[in-house]
């Protein structure tokens, strides 16, 4: 793989000499008088964080969860596009968005890895309070983004289905009842270009009208070693629109709409595997050892119809009216979008080891959520209903060429020629005797099409007992019902042109002259699972319903205003679901049972915060999809096993002088599986599940006050990751490996820098930045499709350093 190595410019570089850092602390007011350059003598206390995490407005030291918040600060220190740019530094979530249309999450080590439809994910995003759906639609870029908190933790109670390992929730902006506008331009290396707009403006005494827009494009870091193009390019743009309406002293509404266009390529795939010259084949077994490290090796590919697109719609509508006795809030929300993820899976340029995998989807949801709040001098209570309607179409497929189709047979021992091939013994036989047909060289498609129509209902309740000025006891329950149809259709291989050539040498009598029927030309190599070869060309249908209760106690105890203690016994639940590549499978909810105990504590005369949390929780039934190697051609399977897991979480921020802040925040866990035997007849019971043990993030933010000059402001984050925590499991499933070039599993570090001049007036700035700046690059996930049938395997690997300058006005 060509990876272009770049020096941060000297600018950037500099930050490092001389500057002090900080983490996520917002900007203080400016000083009116500075004669020289210094940091203001006046006090400067820690902000005040507001959050929603229980239904309710509260102040972030008064909520008995873990919980961390990503404030608008941080989003730009790290000049973060979407969820995957931030999770680095939100310990205990990790986002794999290198690819948009497939992102997983991970949370406190609970995650769903599959990407098929008939799968919930087991962390809920949720924007603006709605469920974002599944995660084609979920892993969008951030317009107007007020502040992000993750809930860590079940959340059935309040949230709802989904959330077995924590919530998500993004809060936007809202239109607000003053002028504004600004825009602003990002300029970096590899041809980046991004540029984002909003423009707020009154349209009445109680309506205003907010509007944001944004482009984005790269050229991206990978050239392909043939021909020299770039071949994992960004390109999306994206825009919302929110109108929000005063209907009395009472009622308001807000409706808004967001959409995005993304239109790239697929990721890149590097193949690892060291090549004989063509024709030559990989050896099999492949050995593990021999990998090759692709972030020193080019990258050459041949893949076709390379795409990774998108198209998403959403519409929001909130009407809240109060009464006396308290309020109702109604939300009506609808998602649709389509995608297609075309990647290559062998990571080479040779027609006959060549394979791609293409995700089509198409999705349609609609929610309505009535909720009730009110509060008496000793309840604070919520209530409500709610309604989720789903309708997604989904077509995995396994594109191939009759020439690694061949290699495939060949490898396999199944074809009955004295040459071990089945079409190229046969273009032999047909240009021996001058016969102008061939069977190389045909495109092969197999695919799995599968429907999910799925309605779920739920109700909810969840009351603060104010039982003392000091204690408070909090009691949630949730019931939900989840009802799914699901369908699978598996055809026949398609061939058209291959069928074609077949059809002419049928017609010349040639299989009978050369004692090969033509049905040896018709098989499956991708989906031959005993289901998929009773069920070609039928369509199955099947319907399940799934119920769950899922209560919350908690209690909290205030000390005094600035200590906080809590416990609390919570459950979390996902909706039981289909394997979509696995005709007739199933599986039943998923639960989670999480007790826990934290501290909240203030000293505001030092200006420092800081919160812990203690955790055990119980994972039971936990299904996965995962690649069975005990098959020659490996196929997904549904996988069931029960976890347990101790942890802590800690944060802390100190503004230690009126220009100086410092944050850091801590994840520790150790998961293990409590019961579990892997396909290969491998018992882990007892063993670690491969989440690293440690992740934390800190930094630190300096600011300096100039009179009429501006102010200027510098930040340095740095996180890490934890290595995992290796098993058989994790060996088998690519998340670990032996091979001394990629150090699969590997601990992750990131750090970025940020320096920001904001002009006095406050409308106009100028930044530097860098991301990762020590380029610090890891193996993110690895393509074994082809490796038992192929000798192919294939990697992808994390952004290198990124940096740039960008501009900034406001008005």
């Known amino acids: 793989m060509l990876l272009r190595k770049h020096k941060l410019v000297t600018a950037i570089a500099a930050l490092c000499g001389g500057a002090v850092l900080t983490f996520g602390a917002p900007a203080p007011a400016r000083a009116q008088t500075a004669p020289e350059p210094q940091p203001r003598a006046e006090a400067k206390d820690l902000d005040t964080i507001t959050v929603t995490a229980q239904s309710r407005e509260q102040e972030l030291q008064d909520v008995p969860i873990a919980l961390q918040v990503v404030t608008e600060q941080l989003i730009d220190d790290v000049a973060a596009e979407d969820l995957g740019d931030i999770d680095s530094f939100v310990p205990g979530l990790v986002v794999n968005s290198q690819q948009p249309t497939q992102p997983s999450f991970q949370l406190r080590g609970i995650s769903t890895d599959d990407f098929g439809i008939g799968t919930d994910p087991a962390v809920g995003i949720y924007v603006d309070g709605v469920y974002a759906g599944r995660g084609g639609g979920v892993l969008l870029p951030f317009t107007d983004v007020e502040r992000i908190e993750v809930l860590k933790g079940p959340q059935g109670t309040l949230f709802g289905r989904n959330t077995a390992a924590g919530a998500v929730s993004i809060v936007t902006r809202k239109p607000g009842s003053e002028t504004e506008a600004r825009a602003r331009l990002r300029l970096g290396n590899e041809g980046k270009i991004y540029t984002d707009a909003m423009v707020n403006l009154p349209t009445g005494e109680d309506s205003a009208l907010r509007v944001n827009a944004l482009f984005n494009h790269s050229d991206g870091w990978i050239q392909d070693a043939n021909t020299g193009r770039d071949l994992n390019p960004e390109n999306n743009w994206a825009t919302r629109a929110a109108f929000k309406l005063g209907l009395g002293e009472r009622t308001s509404a807000l409706i808004s709409w967001d959409h995005e266009n993304l239109d790239q390529l697929g990721q890149a795939t590097t193949g690892i595997v060291p090549l004989p010259p063509a024709p030559g084949l990989p050896t099999l077994p492949v050995d593990e050892a021999g990998y090759l490290d692709p972030r020193k090796i080019p990258t050459a590919v041949d893949v076709e119809g390379n795409e990774e697109s998108r198209r998403f719609d959403g519409i929001t509508f909130i009407l809240d009216h109060g009464f006396d006795w308290g309020s109702l809030t109604a939300t009506t929300s609808w998602r649709d979008y389509d995608s297609v993820n075309r990647v290559e899976e062998d990571g080479t340029d040779r027609k006959y080891l060549y394979v791609d995998s293409t995700n089509t989807e198409s999705n349609r949801s609609l929610y309505q959520e009535f909720k009730f709040a009110g509060s008496t001098d000793r309840i604070d209570w919520v209530a409500g209903a709610s309604y989720f309607e789903e309708e997604a179409r989904q077509t995995s497929e396994v ?374 700046v020590f380029d610090n690059q890891y193996i993110n996930a690895l393509g074994t499709y082809g490796m038992g049938v192929l000798g192919t395997v294939g990697a992808r690997v994390s952004e290198p350093r990124t940096y740039g300058v960008e501009f900034n006005a406001k008005f």
């Open 399 to 772: 594109n191939a060429m009759t020439d690694s189709v061949d290699t495939i047979v060949h490898n396999l021992g199944m074809a009955p020629t004295p040459t071990g091939y089945l079409f190229g013994y046969v273009d032999q036989q047909l240009e021996a005797f001058g016969i102008p047909v061939r069977l190389l060289g045909h495109r092969w498609n197999e695919k799995f099409n599968n429907t999910l129509d799925t309605k779920s209902y739920a109700v909810f309740g969840d009351v603060i007992w104010h039982a003392t000025d000091k204690l408070n006891l909090t009691f949630g329950l949730r019931y939900t019902r989840d009802e799914k149809e699901f369908s699978w259709r598996n055809d026949p291989r398609y061939a058209p042109t291959l069928d074609a050539a077949l059809d002419q040498l049928e017609a010349m009598g040639f299989f009978s002259l050369a004692g090969i029927p033509r049905e040896a030309f018709v098989f499956d190599v991708a989906f031959i699972d005993p289901p998929a070869l009773l069920n070609k060309g039928l369509t199955n249908r099947t319907k399940r319903a799934w119920t769950d209760l899922s209560p919350r106690f908690v209690v909290d105890y205030h000390f005094s205003d600035d200590t906080m203690a809590f416990a609390s016994l919570a459950k979390g639940y996902k909706a039981g679901g289909f394997n979509s590549l696995q005709i007739g499978s199933r599986f039943d909810n998923e639960d989670v049972w999480n007790l826990e105990a934290g501290i909240k504590q203030a000293f505001p005369d030092q200006r420092l915060q800081f919160n812990a949390s203690a955790y055990y929780y119980v994972y039971d039934n936990r299904q996965a999809v995962r690649l069975d190697t005990t098959t020659s051609i490996p196929r997904f399977v549904v996988d069931t096993s029960d976890l347990e897991a101790y942890g802590l979480d800690f944060d802390a921020r100190w503004q230690a002088t009126d220009a100086l802040g410092l944050d850091f925040n801590a994840s520790y866990i150790d998961s293990t599986y409590k019961n579990y035997v892997t396909p290969e007849g491998v018992d882990l019971g007892g063993k670690p599940t491969g989440v690293p043990h440690w992740s934390f993030a800190g930094g630190l933010t300096y600011q300096w006050y100039f009179q009429d000059a501006g102010d200027l402001r510098f930040s340095l984050r740095h996180a890490y990751r934890g290595k995992n925590r290796c098993t058989a499991e994790s060996q088998s499933q690519g998340s670990c490996g032996i091979s001394p070039a990629l150090d699969l599993g590997e601990a992750r570090n990131r750090t970025d820098l940020r320096l920001a001049w904001t002009a006095n007036s406050g409308h106009w700035g100028l930044a530097l930045y860098g991301n990762n």
